[in-house]
């Protein structure tokens, strides 16, 4: 009977040992998988200045207002035109770039007193600039070029062919059979000088 | 019943311990290819921490034959998400290096973060190199930015 006692009184503790284990591993498993609603993430930029082409500042933020720094960030659903990094600077910072308008959502990963935890954010509304926009050069500014072309281009052609250098090498007859033929073009009013002034602009580009 | 209770207990312990198998994963490090490679076309531009994220973009609001309307635009906002004023000094030349805008200098108020500047411009000439000089109201230190059109 003893011994019967002492065995039982084995399992009951292997089995509060077991109830234990199982408690923490619950614990673990709901802090890891569970999304965070404690914490926020804050765009740094007004929801207006949010706009394709830059780089968009957003920072995660605990109840008081703290940032906190983050493990991991994702896209939620894979974007070709959206891209996002922590700032290997400032690690309670994400930023994202989108190329043209879109609504991505982000999932971020962060530690809270040890424990991993998620947080997803999002849609963020990314809408294009109103206005057509000057593409940033590459390379340093050479020599006076054709400006009344540039300007031409950048005023009449660029809201759809985005950069210039993607259409070099386009003669006059070239843009002006494309203005002639091409609907969405049809509607743009250029003189034969100033598709001329176009075509010399797109030579010089080489 | 006892191997079953050990198996659980196994397996639990496996999938606790599984949980922190990442912990000892650096932070993202700057000298990582993939990950320069993946800044640089962000278009990442901080050597540092930086007080102050900023962008430039310049836009065309009218075009006449005797001149062109641009809109500079300026995005910036305090990096540690603190509401402050923004400073900024503005520099937009054109292809001849001649200063462009009369007014360029000015502020983003507190809580906003974006700031449009006009500049008109008589045709032939056309916006080459906008710099941009920005900090937050209580520093000392401007932080200097140029793009090049």
Same mark, same amino acid.
């Given at each position: 009977m003893k011994s019967h006692g002492f065995i039982d009184q084995r399992r009951t503790s292997f089995d509060r040992l077991l109830a234990l284990r199982l408690v923490v591993c619950a614990w673990f498993l709901a802090g890891a998988n569970d999304l965070a609603y404690a914490q926020s993430v804050f765009s740094l930029y007004q929801e207006s200045a949010l706009k394709t082409q830059i780089l968009l500042p957003f920072q995660l933020q605990d109840t008081s207002k703290e940032s906190l720094p983050i493990e991991r960030v994702e896209l939620t659903t894979p974007s070709q035109v959206c891209s996002i990094i922590i700032d290997p600077n400032i690690t309670t910072n994400f930023l994202l770039r989108c190329s043209s308008a879109d609504s991505p959502t982000v999932l971020l990963t962060f530690f809270d007193k040890g424990i991993p935890k998620k947080i997803e954010y999002g849609p963020i509304p990314i809408t294009d600039s109103v206005l057509p926009l000057l593409m940033p050069s590459q390379s340093t500014p050479t020599a006076p070029s054709n400006d009344e072309g540039r300007n031409l281009f950048e005023a009449? @052609?660029?809201? @759809?062919?985005?950069?210039p250098t993607d259409k070099a090498n386009r003669s006059a007859n070239t843009i002006q059979t494309a203005l002639n033929n091409i609907s969405t073009m049809k509607g743009i009013k250029l003189s034969a000088e100033e598709v001329t002034a176009i075509s010399e602009y797109l030579k010089d580009l080489n | 019943m006892r191997l079953l209770k050990i198996v659980l207990a196994l397996s639990c312990s496996i999938a606790a311990a599984l949980m922190f198998?990442? !912990?000892?994963?650096? /932070? =993202?490090?700057? #000298?990582d290819p993939k990950v320069t490679e993946q800044l640089s076309s962000l278009g990442? =531009?901080? *050597?540092?921490? #930086?007080?102050v994220y900023y962008d430039i973009q310049v836009g065309i609001a009218e075009s006449t034959s005797q001149s062109t309307a641009y809109s500079v635009m300026i995005y910036a906002a305090p990096s540690d998400g603190k509401l402050e004023i923004l400073d900024f000094q503005l520099e937009v030349l054109g292809r001849d290096a /001649?200063?462009? !805008? #009369? *007014?360029p200098n000015g502020e983003i108020p507190s809580g906003e973060s974006f700031k449009a500047v006009t500049c008109v411009v008589a045709k032939p000439q056309s916006i080459a190199t906008v710099s941009l000089k920005i900090k937050k109201r209580s520093d000392s230190d401007w932080i200097s930015y140029t793009k090049t059109y």
């Open positions: 009449q @052609c660029q809201r @759809c062919h985005q950069s | 198998q990442n !912990c000892s994963k650096s /932070v =993202r490090s700057f #000298t990442y =531009r901080y *050597e540092n921490a #930086t007080p /001649v200063p462009l !805008c #009369t *007014e």
